[in-house]
Every structure is written in structure tokens, then in C-alpha cells.
């Protein structure tokens, strides 16, 4: 049997996740008034005088900056990977699913099993999607109650089950004007950061004055000071959103042409970069932030565990992996079956652990054992103590060392690329 070695008993203990604390994020804001075209029923009930959200109040105080922040996921960056990302990053930014505006309104009576989080997880945003200006402002009053630390509006997501039949995600940035709209409906109605995430296309609307039209609109239109550039275009042909991940090239070069063209905006970078060597590499070539997708839920040892060091410059925690999941067995004892009868249940609470030993010795024992236990063990502690004994001690009580391993010229020649300067032109195809 696997035990937790009596030298990570002096870490303190997680807050249990019921225990909620209360954040009044510190910002600083002007007034300004804009003037709507086309002032739908919804935004003219509110005030005209928008709060601009400037550099400064871009994060809280007590917060650094989003240079590296981990993508918002659908069925992968919930509670519980969120959990163990924090555990081993202290200063990543954290992002939730994308939640729908309308289950936020409908689930008005259960809101803690979509929105609730610990206190450790901030600095942490809330992604939302929608369509309906008026459900959209509901969700974002609603979720005021849970101190997230920026709202963020998915316009990037090409899921058929979203921009398909859900008319929103990406399909929204072929409507800025909406986009806009909907973005100064969430701002009125909380007092954080906001933001948009999006790609830099839709299907043939990918030419960089286009991409360019809808970030003017969009910031000429509401509040909007942040976009999360994810630097491929999207395909609305019913393919995947894992093709959609690989067919569409990467165009690094759109991203660094709205540094130039927009200089009183934020952008964030998202899309192929895999490593904080890649991360730095972004940054030293004049990034604002980058935001890093599947390789911080497949490999989070080593992606989250040079975050704070290497992006930050911040001193590393000096945790083990086995203090680590001392840790993450107390947070999921706490949570299981916390709404019910296997809501969540141990596979659920379990499954962000799955990728913990990427490539280490035992990793495959690990992850059969893993399965095994899944059917009979109703406890973290159980489930430790049956699947651990395939994992070296020499690997358990490893604190994150060596030189993280990246492409380091990923954007050597990418200010060679760049697009001419934009021109509002073309304005007209989105209007």
C-alpha cells in the first residue's frame, strides 16, 4: 500500500470546496458615453455611460498578469482539472468550460454545480456563449454572485452542436455588430474585466481586414479591450472541432498584425503552442499573453509546473507529485457525490489525473490500474492506495526539474509575414 510521506503534512490543507470566499476585485474605470446605431431593447434599459476597462484594470491587484493561461475546454478544464492545475501553477490563469448563458438561467436553483469553485483557483474566468442578449445578461448577473475575475464571450468555438445549431460560437464573428452588443450587455451587468475569444476567420471571411472589421466593431462598440486571437480560421462544414484544431493552418502573423494595428487593445495568442519554451518565444516577440490549450490537460506536470519559474519568474512551490496529490485526494473526498448519487463520482474527480505520469515509468500500470479501480473504489484515499504502488517513489517525491523542452524559433520569421496595415475599407462585409 501506497502512503503519503509524513513530510507533506506540513502543507497546508485545501480549503474544502463548499467553502467559498468572497473577491472584490479592485479596478479602475472611466466613463464614457457610446452611442448605439441600433439600441436593442435590452442594451437602451441600461445606462449609456459603459465603464471602459483599461490596462490597469485588466487583472486584480493581487493578481500577475495573464502571460500564460490555460484554454477554456469543453469536458476538460471543469472544477477538477482546474483543481490540479492550481495545485501545481500557482499563477496561471485559469479558464472554466464554456458555459451556455441559457443553462446558467435554467439552472438558476443549482448554480453551485456550475459555477462554484474554491478560493485557490483564482485568478479565474468565466467563459460564456449565447445568442439571446437577455439570457446573456441574466447569466452574467448571476454569476456575480461567484467572483470570477474577468467574463469572457466565446466567439471562437466551431462545434456543430454550437455554430451549427446553436447559431453562436464562432458563427458570431460573422456578426460584430451583435457580438458588440452582446458584449456591452455583459459589461453592464458586472463590475470585472471582460473579453472575447475567437478565431481569426470563417470559412472564406479570412482575410485579415476582415478579421481586422470585426475587432474594430466589436471594441468600437462595446467596452471590449481584451480578444484571445486563436490563430487558425474555422470551417463550417460539419467537420470536427479535432480537424478544425489541425486542417486550418496556423497564421501567427494575423496575431502579431493586431499588436501593430491595434495598440490601445490586449490580444492574447492561442493555437499550437504546446510549451512554456514556446510560450517565452511568443512573448519575447512582443505578445501581450498566451494562452495554451491541450498540452496543459495532457501533460500538466510539465506544462503547469514551469509556469510560475519560467514565465514568471516566480519561485517554485517545491511540491512533489505525491504532496501534490495528497492534496487533490483531500479537495476529492470533499466533493464526491457532493449534488447527489455520483454527482460527481469518482471517474469524474478522478479523470484530470489520467495524464499526471505522462511518460513516466509506470504510466501505462497506472492508468490499467486506474481503470480497474473505477469500478469498486468509492473513495480518493481507495483509489490512491490501489493505483499508486505502479508509480516509482523515485517519480512520486520528484519536485519539477530540468529544462523544459519547445520550439524556441516558432516565431523567428513571423514579423516577415506580417499582412499590410489594415484599412476599414472592407468594413461593409460585416455590416
Not at 196 to 217: A, M, P, Q, T
Not at 260 to 288: C, M, Q
Not at 363 to 388: G, I, Q, V, Y
Amino acid at each position: 500500500m501506497v502512503k503519503f510521506s509524513a513530510s507533506s503534512l506540513i502543507i497546508s490543507s485545501f480549503t474544502p470546496f463548499h467553502s467559498i470566499i468572497v473577491k472584490n476585485p479592485h479596478r479602475f474605470s472611466i466613463n464614457r458615453p457610446y452611442n448605439y446605431p441600433n439600441k436593442s431593447r435590452i442594451i437602451s434599459s441600461y445606462t449609456q455611460n459603459v465603464q471602459i476597462h483599461i490596462e490597469d484594470v485588466m487583472v486584480a491587484r493581487h493578481y500577475l498578469p495573464p502571460l500564460f493561461s490555460v484554454a477554456p475546454m469543453m469536458e476538460w478544464t471543469d472544477n477538477h482539472y482546474r483543481t490540479l492545475a492550481r495545485l501545481i501553477s500557482k499563477h496561471a490563469w485559469l479558464y472554466t468550460e464554456m458555459l451556455a448563458a441559457e443553462t446558467i438561467v435554467y439552472q438558476k436553483g443549482n448554480l453551485d454545480r456550475f459555477l462554484a469553485y474554491s478560493p485557490e483557483q483564482h485568478p479565474i474566468v468565466l467563459q460564456i456563449g449565447g445568442s439571446n442578449l437577455e439570457n446573456l445578461a441574466k447569466a452574467t448577473e448571476l454569476a456575480n454572485a461567484y467572483h470570477y475575475d474577468e467574463i469572457n464571450f466565446n466567439c471562437g468555438c466551431p462545434s456543430p452542436k454550437v455554430a451549427g445549431h446553436g447559431c453562436f460560437g464562432v458563427r458570431l464573428m460573422l456578426d460584430p455588430k451583435f457580438v458588440g452588443e452582446a458584449m456591452s450587455v455583459i459589461a453592464a451587468n458586472t463590475n470585472v474585466p471582460i473579453s472575447v475569444k475567437c478565431r481569426i476567420g470563417v470559412d472564406d471571411h479570412d482575410s485579415y481586414n476582415e478579421l481586422c472589421d470585426f475587432i474594430y466593431k466589436v471594441s468600437s462598440l462595446s467596452p471590449t479591450r481584451h480578444f484571445i486571437i486563436h490563430s487558425r480560421k474555422a470551417l463550417l462544414n460539419g467537420i470536427s472541432p479535432a480537424d478544425n484544431r489541425r486542417i486550418p493552418p496556423l497564421k501567427y502573423e494575423y496575431y502579431y498584425a493586431l499588436l501593430r494595428d491595434f495598440p490601445d487593445l490586449k490580444f492574447t495568442v492561442n493555437g499550437g503552442i504546446n510549451s512554456v519554451v514556446e510560450v517565452n518565444a511568443a512573448l519575447r516577440e512582443g505578445a501581450h499573453g498566451v494562452m495554451v490549450g491541450r498540452a496543459a490537460y495532457q501533460n500538466p506536470w510539465q506544462t503547469l509546473g514551469h509556469v510560475d519559474t519560467a514565465i514568471y519568474g516566480a519561485p517554485s512551490s517545491g511540491l512533489t507529485r505525491r504532496e501534490i496529490l495528497q492534496r487533490y485526494q483531500e479537495y476529492g473526498d470533499s466533493v464526491l457525490g457532493i449534488y447527489g448519487k455520483d454527482r460527481p463520482n469518482l471517474r469524474h474527480v478522478a479523470k484530470p489525473l489520467l495524464n499526471f505520469f505522462h511518460s513516466e515509468p509506470g504510466n501505462a500500470l497506472w492508468k490499467r490500474k486506474a481503470d480497474s479501480a473505477f469500478l469498486h473504489c468509492t473513495t480518493m484515499k481507495s483509489f490512491f492506495e490501489e493505483t499508486l504502488v505502479a508509480i516509482p517513489d523515485s517519480v512520486l517525491d520528484s519536485t519539477i526539474t530540468g529544462e523544459p523542452s519547445g520550439r524556441e524559433d516558432l516565431f523567428a520569421n513571423v514579423r516577415d509575414l506580417l499582412p499590410s496595415p489594415y484599412t476599414r475599407e472592407q468594413e461593409a462585409l460585416y455590416a
